[in-house]
């Protein structure tokens, strides 16, 4: 039997409740700030993300979905989905916007990982990109939408880790001083980090392994080898989020696992399980656009995984509105009723009511037994008798009374009664 592939998952119907209601919330939210959709496709020129992400990262190095065309062009999955937004805003010109330039997006994004809770190799996103603006004042704003994005879910429980790496002009030094605290200490690395200690330090700091985070607890921390601008960029962005009252924490091991990020960079975590369970992050990536072709072109952004907001919103037991089902049943016996619920079926749901009915020459009573199993309030009933006087019986599946409605005054009964 044929099954889905590893780290891919359906999404069945009792599922789609919790889908729909992040997405309505992720859009709500975006009203609220000024953020308009944008949706890229779903694959890109592979040179994209090996460009913008990072050769050496583990994205761009283990994790990418990459594959030749007919036409012998390598293309890739979407991996993430800042990179294609800015690609697109250097495509169709968004330069000539207002700045900051406002973009959402809810996408699947594919990536070749370890399959965990949460997170899938195919799983969903949004995400959000403020381009054009480099005042700290929009930093403060895009972690301030973040963070109420999971309070508008009903998620609580959460803590916000804030970090500056700095730029190009400081981090190098940085990043020496990161290189020589490991190479006294090689021998106890895992095999990741010595391989990251050469390629990526970085990401030295955001090692999941025990005995790894001993010692990135101890490494140097990147906000004393800021620059004056990266520093004052900080320290204005942590008085921003004063001023909004955001409960952040400074958190130097956070780095993220892109090598486009500059200066600030953000998570939210749950307070019980820590980074391994992010919901969401992002920060700033000052020098992507210009990697990418285009002019100098501050940016910063933020990125939630749906599947991990799911799961939160099951383990705190937030309600969600549950999908509207139609509300009315048409049941019929013999083949002139039949016609007759055909035709009353399309009639009503042009009218706006949402409507099930019975198909084949089943009894009447296993036609209604069937209308309970679906959860209707109401069951429409025609026979001869009916088809003949014009009417049909309404059936009150709650309290099993029966009244005889006219054929004319159907819509008006279920109006009345069922909104």
Same mark, same amino acid.
């Given at each position: 039997?044929?099954?889905?592939?590893?780290?891919?998952?359906?999404?069945?119907?009792?599922?789609?409740?919790y889908l729909r209601f992040v997405e309505v919330k992720a859009s709500e939210l975006c009203a609220r700030y000024g953020y308009e959709r944008i949706d890229t496709p779903v694959f890109e020129d592979a040179r994209l993300f090996t460009r913008s992400v990072g050769a050496e990262?583990?994205?761009?190095?283990?994790?990418?979905?990459?594959?030749?065309?007919?036409?012998?062009?390598?293309?890739?999955?979407?991996?993430?989905?800042?990179?294609?937004?800015?690609?697109?805003?250097?495509?169709?010109?968004?330069?000539?916007?207002?700045?900051?330039?406002?973009?959402?997006?809810?996408?699947?994004?594919?990536?070749?990982?370890?399959?965990?809770?949460?997170?899938?190799?195919?799983?969903?996103?949004?995400?959000?990109?403020?381009?054009?603006?480099?005042?700290?004042?929009?930093?403060?704003?895009?972690?301030?939408?973040?963070?109420?994005?999971?309070?508008?879910?009903?998620?609580?429980?959460?803590?916000?880790?804030?970090?500056?790496?700095?730029?190009?002009?400081?981090?190098?030094?940085?990043?020496?001083?990161?290189?020589?605290?490991?190479?006294?200490?090689?021998?106890?690395?895992?095999?990741?980090?010595?391989?990251?200690?050469?390629?990526?330090?970085?990401?030295?700091?955001?090692?999941?392994?025990?005995?790894?985070?001993?010692?990135?607890?101890?490494?140097?921390?990147?906000?004393?080898?800021?620059?004056?601008?990266?520093?004052?960029?900080?320290?204005?962005?942590?008085?921003?989020?004063?001023?909004?009252?955001?409960?952040?924490?400074?958190?130097?091991?956070?780095?993220?696992?892109?090598?486009?990020?500059?200066?600030?960079?953000?998570?939210?975590?749950?307070? +019980?399980? &820590? #980074? *391994? %369970?992010?919901?969401?992050?992002?920060?700033?990536?000052?020098?992507?656009?210009?990697?990418?072709?285009?002019?100098?072109?501050?940016?910063?952004?933020?990125?939630?995984?749906?599947?991990?907001?799911?799961?939160?919103?099951?383990?705190?037991?937030?309600?969600i509105p549950e999908a509207r089902r139609p509300d009315v049943f048409i049941a019929h016996i013999g083949k002139a009723a039949q016609d007759e619920a055909v035709a009353l079926a399309a009639r009503l749901r042009l009218s706006g009511i949402g409507v099930l009915q019975s198909?084949g020459e089943r009894s009447l009573k296993a036609q209604l037994r069937q209308a309970g199993s679906l959860g209707v309030r109401y069951a429409l009933i025609t026979g001869d008798d009916e088809v003949n006087s014009g009417s049909v019986i309404r059936r009150d599946m709650t309290?099993?009374?029966?009244?005889?409605?006219?054929?004319?005054?159907?819509?008006? +009964?279920? &109006? #009345? *009664? %069922?909104?």
């Amino acid at each position: 039997m044929y099954q889905a592939p590893r780290g891919t998952q359906d999404i069945l119907p009792e599922e789609q409740p919790y889908l729909r209601f992040v997405e309505v919330k992720a859009s709500e939210l975006c009203a609220r700030y000024g953020y308009e959709r944008i949706d890229t496709p779903v694959f890109e020129d592979a040179r994209l993300f090996t460009r913008s992400v990072g050769a050496e990262t583990d994205i761009v190095a283990k994790e990418m979905y990459t594959f030749a065309d007919r036409g012998g062009d390598e293309l890739t999955l979407r991996p993430e989905g800042t990179a294609p937004v800015c690609r697109a805003y250097l495509e169709h010109g968004m330069a000539t916007r207002t700045k900051p330039v406002k973009l959402y997006y809810i996408t699947p994004i594919f990536r070749y990982d370890r399959p965990q809770a949460g997170r899938y190799r195919q799983h969903h996103q949004f995400g959000f990109e403020a381009i054009g603006e480099a005042d700290p004042a929009i930093d403060a704003e895009v972690i301030d939408m973040a963070w109420r994005f999971y309070g508008l879910l009903g998620i609580g429980e959460l803590t916000l880790q804030l970090n500056s790496i700095g730029c190009s002009a400081c981090r190098s030094t940085y990043l020496d001083a990161l290189r020589s605290y490991y190479a006294v200490h090689l021998a106890i690395l895992c095999d990741d980090c010595t391989e990251r200690q050469v390629r990526n330090p970085l990401r030295l700091l955001d090692c999941k392994r025990p005995g790894c985070q001993a010692l990135a607890e101890a490494a140097p921390k990147s906000i004393d080898y800021l620059c004056p601008e990266c520093r004052a960029h900080f320290e204005k962005l942590t008085h921003y989020l004063g001023r909004l009252k955001l409960p952040y924490a400074v958190n130097h091991r956070l780095v993220r696992g892109l090598d486009y990020y500059t200066r600030t960079v953000f998570e939210v975590q749950p307070l +019980s399980e &820590g #980074a *391994q %369970s992010t919901l969401g992050g992002g920060g700033r990536y000052d020098g992507l656009i210009e990697a990418l072709g285009g002019p100098p072109t501050p940016a910063l952004g933020f990125a939630t995984g749906i599947e991990r907001i799911i799961i939160n919103l099951k383990k705190q037991g937030v309600k969600i509105p549950e999908a509207r089902r139609p509300d009315v049943f048409i049941a019929h016996i013999g083949k002139a009723a039949q016609d007759e619920a055909v035709a009353l079926a399309a009639r009503l749901r042009l009218s706006g009511i949402g409507v099930l009915q019975s198909y084949g020459e089943r009894s009447l009573k296993a036609q209604l037994r069937q209308a309970g199993s679906l959860g209707v309030r109401y069951a429409l009933i025609t026979g001869d008798d009916e088809v003949n006087s014009g009417s049909v019986i309404r059936r009150d599946m709650t309290t099993s009374e029966q009244i005889i409605v006219p054929l004319a005054d159907v819509e008006r +009964s279920l &109006g #009345a *009664q %069922s909104g």
